[in-house]
């Protein structure tokens, strides 16, 4: 089992920055990809940026040039740097991170969720 718990989130007004944070416990030698998605009321969830498990780095194109994933694997922690906010970008913010079961199989495990809202 892997445990996910989010930081981060809060109101900031439009143009504003957030990081988020996500940080790892229990069988983290299984992950092999994590993630960042997001909810809005009334929208399916959608992926923002991932880490695929080649390293390859994926963004939604609505965010492309304003926000940042990366990791730090010394403190089994991926981070979501978010520049130029816009009120489209309010939803809540899921961690997402994949673990190997093994036999072909895996399993997304997720973080708790963490409230981003763009207002001024």
């Known amino acids: 089992q892997v445990q996910l718990v989010e930081s981060g989130g809060g109101l900031v007004q439009p143009g504003g920055s957030l990081r988020l944070s996500c940080a790892a416990s229990?069988?983290?030698?299984?992950?092999?990809?994590m993630g960042w998605y997001r909810q809005a009321p009334e929208k399916q969830r959608e992926l923002v940026a991932g880490?695929?498990?080649?390293?390859?780095?994926n963004y939604v194109d609505s965010v492309k040039g304003r926000f940042t994933i990366s990791r730090d694997n010394a403190k089994n922690t991926v981070y979501l740097q978010m520049n130029s906010l816009k009120p489209e970008d309010t939803a809540v913010y899921y961690c997402n991170m994949k673990g190997y079961l093994g036999s072909g199989s895996s399993k997304d495990y997720w973080g708790q969720g963490t409230q981003v809202t763009v207002s001024s």
């Open positions: 229990g069988n983290i030698f299984s992950i092999y990809a």
């Open positions: 880490i695929a498990g080649d390293g390859t780095i």
